[in-house]
């Protein structure tokens, strides 16, 4: 599976837009990026997912670099709820793990009043 | 509502005894998935299965097991031989295909004393 790179923490104000990176320089051609968060204690939610073009649905937006070695997930207008630990994944079948999605440690995101 | 249901929320046992946490979902899911995760950790892959009366170990399946007779419920049973079983652990379900999400269930933290 590729492995994804993101920072371990980022700061965002109220109001303002969150723009948390993600590097995916290995990934093929058949691999999806998906976008989790989870919030303490909680289970991950589901927020977005993409293969090469840029998504948007009502939590937020998905940009895909053309050469797809790269994305960014956009929450347009962060509230406090959004403080959470944000995971990008690279989905692909492996034979070793079926269609589960594989998490790395993520980005902590906090949004400060 | 659809969804995805882990029971119980909190557990606890003494060391020693085996304990077997339930993961039900009426989503009409073929694939199913047990996570465990620890503190400022991501999750890791326990078990997976992708149809019904079959299942496949993932990364760290020492001390666990699990079964799948119906479609609708994969539970875990966490047995005496896992040597650090206090841990998080999440149950998910998706389609077998990389075009939709999977869903999480909102966990069971499990204490043994």
């Known amino acids: 599976d590729a492995k994804t790179t993101q920072p371990p923490s980022m700061d965002c104000a109220e109001g303002r837009a969150a723009n948390l990176p993600c590097n995916h320089s290995t990934i093929s051609g058949n691999e999806y990026v998906y976008w989790y968060r989870q919030i303490h204690s909680q289970g991950p939610q589901y927020i977005i997912h993409?293969?090469?073009n840029n998504e948007t649905n009502e939590m937020a937006s998905l940009i895909i670099t053309e050469d797809r070695k790269s994305s960014t997930l956009i929450l347009p207008h962060a509230t406090l709820r959004d403080t959470a630990v944000y995971y990008c994944i690279v989905r692909a079948f492996n034979s070793n793990s079926g269609y589960a999605l594989n998490f790395g440690k993520g980005t902590s995101l906090l949004v400060t009043p | 509502d659809g969804g995805i249901t882990q029971s119980p929320k909190y557990l606890f046992r003494k060391e020693g005894q085996n304990v077997t946490l339930s993961c039900e979902q009426n989503l009409n899911h073929d694939a199913m998935y047990w996570y465990r995760q620890d503190p400022g950790q991501g999750l890791r892959l326990i078990y997976y299965s992708q149809i019904v009366n079959d299942f496949q170990k993932g990364d760290i399946a020492e001390g666990y097991s699990v079964s799948r007779e119906k479609k609708e419920s994969f539970p875990l049973t966490v047995t005496s031989a896992q040597k650090n079983p206090t841990a998080f652990y999440l149950c998910?379900?998706?389609?077998?295909?990389?075009?939709?999400?999977?869903?999480f269930g909102q966990g069971t933290r499990l204490t043994v004393v």
């Open positions: 998910a379900s998706s389609l077998v295909t990389l075009r939709t999400e999977a869903f």
């Open positions: 993409g293969l090469k």
